[in-house]
């Protein structure tokens, strides 16, 4: 088995190369998703995030309320520990069951957005990072996400540096371009964790 760490910038096209990584055959692990899924109606853990936060955090159909719920949190940095100490244990758990479940010669894909930031690169084997201009970035989510330029800069600026992420990296794909030009070089990225998944260490 091979764990990989895989990163990039918001709107650096990480999703894509997570998605195509799956489709070659990754185990792929999203904390993002399994975020959402250790919070759904009849969980434990929104039943703790509504005994800390109070029933206003819930929709009328029983599920969380996230632009509420973010309103809240991220205007105190003590309600986004409180949340983070609910979730990020969950979150834990599940990664790990998932990662126990797969074969021993799998490549294992983390989809981790702040790799850099939280300074988990030692938990992998292997760190990919999703690499592209700043100017691409904003593009793309003013853009295609429909952001207003003022948000998404300022989202940017929240995350690691374009070079404290690419310090990090034993393998870059760069996203700078267009489609077709990522596809080969996920595919190249896919053997090479392959090879090394399935070897007894020679690309250590």
Do not use: C
Request: net charge negative.
């Amino acid at each position: 088995m091979v764990r990989v760490g895989l990163t990039g910038g918001i709107g650096a096209g990480k999703s894509e190369v997570s998605r195509l990584l799956a489709s070659y055959g990754a185990v792929l692990i999203d904390a993002d998703k399994i975020a959402r899924e250790v919070v759904e109606p009849g969980t434990d853990g929104l039943s703790a995030v509504v005994e800390e936060f109070g029933e206003e955090v819930l929709r009328e159909d029983g599920t969380l309320d996230r632009p509420r719920l973010g309103s809240i949190v991220f205007a105190d940095p003590d309600r986004l520990k409180a949340l983070n100490a609910i979730v990020h244990p969950l979150v834990r758990a599940r990664s790990a069951a998932l990662e126990a479940a797969a074969p021993t010669d799998a490549v294992v894909v983390q989809d981790v957005p702040l790799l850099a930031e939280n300074s988990l690169a030692g938990l992998y084997d292997v760190v990919v990072v999703v690499d592209a201009s700043p100017a691409t970035q904003l593009d793309r989510l003013v853009r295609l996400r429909g952001m207003e330029e003022s948000d998404a800069r300022a989202r940017m600026a929240a995350q690691a540096s374009r070079e404290d992420r690419l310090s990090l990296a034993d393998i870059v794909i760069d996203n700078d371009g267009p489609l077709e030009a990522l596809e080969p070089q996920v595919r190249a990225a896919w053997e090479e964790l392959s090879a090394r998944a399935k070897g007894s260490g020679d690309g250590e």
